[in-house]
C-alpha cells in the first residue's frame, strides 16, 4: 500500500525527467545543433554561471516583486469587483458586461496606451499585472458566489441568520473553491502577463532577460528563462494547492 | 490523527513558501531602488537639486558609448542636470516613449523618424550620425551562386519591415530596376531573421551591424552587397519640440557631448570593442569586425543629410508605409 502510493508520487517526473535524458542524449551525440537547442547541461552552467555574477537572483527578485504587487491590486479589485457583482444585481447589470469586454483586449495591443497613461516606469509594468490578474479572480469570484446552492441560503435563513452571518457562514465558504480555482489561474496568468509587461523599457527582470538574450541569439539564457518560468509556475500553483487542500479539507467527505 | 499531521504540514508548507516569496519580493523591491539610489546618492551628495534629463539609448549605440564614456554626464553636472540613462529594445518603442514625453533625447536609425514625425508626433532632429554603410548590407549565405542584386529577382529576402534595412534594400532594387514585387519579402524582426537565414528558409537577408558582422562570422554569410551607394545608413539623435523650445542650449550640449565621447572611440576601437563586447554579449571577433568597419562621429544636421531624410520620405510615401508627404526640414532642430 505504502509503496503504491510513493511510485505514484514520481509519476508526474517521469515525463519531465524522461525529456531531459532524451534531450541530453541527442545534444552529446550533436543530433541536435547547439545554436539550435543547447544541451540542458549548458542551460544549468549557464544558469550557475548567471547566479554568480548576481544578475540571475537581481532580475529574478525584482520580476518577483513586480508580480506580487501587480496580484495583490489585481487580486484585491477583482475579488471585491467579483463579490459586489454576486451579491448586488444592480451593480452587476451595470459593471459585468463592461469588464467582459475590457477582459479580452490582448495586452501587447494595450502597451501603446500603457506608456501614454503610466510613462516607462514601474507602474506600467505593474499595472499590466494588475488587469491580468483582475480577470480570473474576478470572473471565478463571480462564479462562486452565483453557484452557492440556493437550498442552503434557504436553509440559513430558515435559521435566522443575519446578512452578514448568511455570508460568512454559507456564501463565503461555498464560493470559496471556485475563487481558489481563479486564485490558481491568476498566479499563472501574473507570469505571463510579466514577460509583456517587461519589454516596455525595462533594465532588469526576468522577461528583459529573455528579450536581451533573444536579441543576441544566447540560446542558453534563452532556454533557462523558459525553464524558470516553468518552475515558477508550478511553485506558485503548488502553493495555491495546498492552501487549496488546508482551507477546503472540510469539503472532504471520507 | 494523521490527518492532522498532514495538515500542520501543509499549513508549514504554506507558510515556508509564502515567507520565501515575499522575503524575494522584498529583495527585488530593495535591488530596484538600489539602482536608482546609487545615481541619486552620488548626485545628491554634492549638489542638491539636479535637474533630472532622461534620454534613451539602445544596446551598443553612440549614446551607450557616450553613457559609458561619462563625459556627457559630467558636462550636464556642471550645467546642473542630472542623467538618467533608459535602455530600449527597439527604436520603435523608444520613439513612443519619446512621442509620450517619458524621454529627452534618444537615439534610433534612419526610418523611425520619419514614421514618426507621418504620424503627427513633435519629435525633431538634433543631431546626426557619420554614415555607416559599410556594416549594412543584404547577405547571402557563402555557398550561395548570386552575384548581384539582379540575381535577387524571385528570391526571398527577410528584412526588418520599415527598418534601415528595409530601405536598403529598396534602393538596392530599385537601382538595377527591380521592384519590391520582384521579390518575396519576408518581415521578421533580426532575432528570427537570423534564424530563418541560418536555416535556409529565406535566400537573403538585409540588416545592419552588429548581426551583420555576427552572420558572417558565425553564420557562413557574405554581403552581397553593402549599403554604399545606395543609402548613408546614419543614426539620429533626437528629442521633442517642446524640450527643445524650452532647452535650446541642452541640445547643443547633448551633440558635443556625443561628439566628444565618439572622438574617443575613433582613437580607441580596441578599447571600445571590448566594451561593446560585454554590453552586446558577442564575440570578440563580431565586435572588432564592427567597430573596424566604422567612422564614429556625429554633427548638426547639413543641407544634405536632411535632403537623403526627404528621399527617405518620400519613398516610404511613394510605397504607402506612411500616408502623407512630410517635409523633414520642418522638425530640424538647429541653431
Given at each position: 500500500m505504502k509503496k503504491k502510493i510513493t511510485w505514484q508520487r514520481l509519476l508526474p517526473m517521469l515525463i519531465p525527467i524522461l525529456v531531459l535524458a532524451v534531450w541530453q542524449l541527442l545534444s552529446v551525440l550533436k543530433v541536435i545543433p547547439t545554436n539550435i537547442l543547447p544541451a540542458p547541461s549548458a542551460v544549468i552552467l549557464d544558469g550557475i554561471k548567471l547566479t554568480q555574477n548576481g544578475e540571475l537572483t537581481r532580475n529574478l527578485t525584482i520580476s518577483l516583486y513586480r508580480a506580487t504587487i501587480g496580484f495583490l491590486i489585481g487580486g484585491s479589485i477583482g475579488f471585491v469587483l467579483g463579490l459586489l457583482n454576486g451579491l448586488s444585481r444592480i451593480s452587476n447589470l451595470l459593471t459585468d458586461s463592461s469588464i467582459q469586454m475590457f477582459r479580452n483586449i490582448p495586452h501587447l495591443a494595450l502597451i501603446p496606451m500603457v506608456i501614454l497613461w503610466f510613462g516607462i516606469g514601474e507602474s506600467a509594468k505593474i499595472f499590466l499585472v494588475t488587469i491580468g490578474v483582475m480577470f480570473p479572480i474576478y470572473i471565478n469570484t463571480l462564479h462562486g458566489i452565483q453557484s452557492v446552492d440556493p437550498g442552503l441560503i434557504e436553509m440559513g435563513r430558515v435559521y435566522q441568520l443575519n446578512k452578514r452571518q448568511l455570508f460568512s457562514k454559507i456564501i463565503f465558504p461555498g464560493a470559496l473553491p471556485s475563487i481558489l480555482v481563479g486564485v490558481r489561474y491568476a498566479l499563472g496568468v501574473m507570469w505571463t502577463t510579466l514577460i509583456v509587461a517587461e519589454t516596455i523599457a525595462a533594465d532588469s527582470g526576468i522577461g528583459f532577460m529573455a528579450m536581451n538574450a533573444e536579441d543576441f541569439m544566447d540560446m542558453e539564457t534563452i532556454v533557462l528563462c523558459i525553464v524558470i518560468y516553468a518552475i515558477l509556475g508550478k511553485l506558485s500553483d503548488v502553493i495555491v494547492k495546498y492552501l487549496e487542500e488546508f482551507l477546503l479539507d472540510w469539503q472532504q467527505t471520507d | 490523527m494523521r490527518n492532522k499531521r498532514q495538515r500542520r504540514f501543509k499549513l508549514g508548507v504554506i507558510i515556508v513558501f509564502s515567507c520565501l516569496w515575499i522575503w524575494g519580493a522584498f529583495v527585488g523591491w530593495r535591488n530596484l531602488n538600489v539602482n536608482h539610489n546609487t545615481t541619486s546618492k552620488a548626485d545628491t551628495s554634492q549638489s542638491t537639486k539636479l535637474k533630472k534629463i532622461t534620454i534613451g539609448y539602445q544596446k551598443g549605440d553612440i549614446l551607450e558609448i557616450t553613457k559609458v564614456h561619462g563625459n556627457l554626464d559630467a558636462d550636464m553636472k556642471e550645467k546642473g542636470y542630472r542623467i538618467v540613462w533608459r535602455s530600449f529594445q527597439s527604436g520603435a518603442a523608444l520613439l513612443q516613449a519619446l512621442a509620450t514625453g517619458n524621454l529627452d533625447f534618444g537615439r534610433t536609425g534612419n526610418t523611425p523618424p520619419i514614421t514618426s514625425q507621418a504620424a503627427g508626433t513633435d519629435v525633431v532632429y538634433v543631431g546626426a550620425g557619420y554614415s555607416k554603410y559599410n556594416g549594412s548590407g543584404i547577405l547571402i549565405p557563402n555557398?550561395?551562386?548570386?552575384?548581384?542584386?539582379?540575381?535577387?529577382?524571385?528570391k526571398s529576402i527577410a528584412v526588418n519591415k520599415g527598418s534601415s534595412a528595409h530601405y536598403l534594400l529598396v534602393r538596392a532594387l530599385e537601382s538595377v530596376?527591380?521592384?519590391?514585387?520582384?521579390v518575396k519579402l519576408v518581415y521578421l524582426d533580426p532575432s528570427a531573421a537570423r534564424i530563418a537565414f541560418t536555416q535556409g528558409k529565406v535566400d537573403a537577408w538585409a540588416i545592419w551591424d552588429p548581426y551583420t558582422a555576427d552572420a558572417q562570422i558565425n553564420a557562413d554569410a557574405k554581403l552581397l552587397v553593402s549599403g554604399k551607394n545606395y543609402t548613408t545608413d546614419r543614426d539620429f539623435i533626437l528629442s521633442t519640440r517642446a524640450f527643445t523650445n524650452k532647452h535650446a542650449d541642452l541640445t547643443s550640449t547633448v551633440v558635443d557631448g556625443v561628439a566628444i565621447a565618439l572622438d574617443w572611440a575613433n582613437d580607441n576601437k580596441s578599447e571600445l570593442s571590448n566594451q561593446l563586447q560585454k554590453s552586446l554579449k558577442l564575440d570578440k571577433e563580431v565586435t572588432d569586425l564592427t567597430v573596424s568597419r566604422r567612422t564614429y562621429g556625429v554633427s548638426k544636421l547639413s543641407q544634405k543629410i536632411i535632403q537623403e531624410q526627404q528621399e527617405i520620405a518620400d519613398l516610404w510615401y511613394r510605397l504607402g508605409y506612411i500616408d502623407k508627404k512630410i517635409d523633414v526640414d520642418k522638425n530640424v532642430v538647429g541653431d
Open positions: - | 555557398s550561395s551562386s548570386m552575384t548581384s542584386v539582379k540575381d535577387l529577382a524571385g530596376g527591380l521592384s519590391i514585387d520582384d
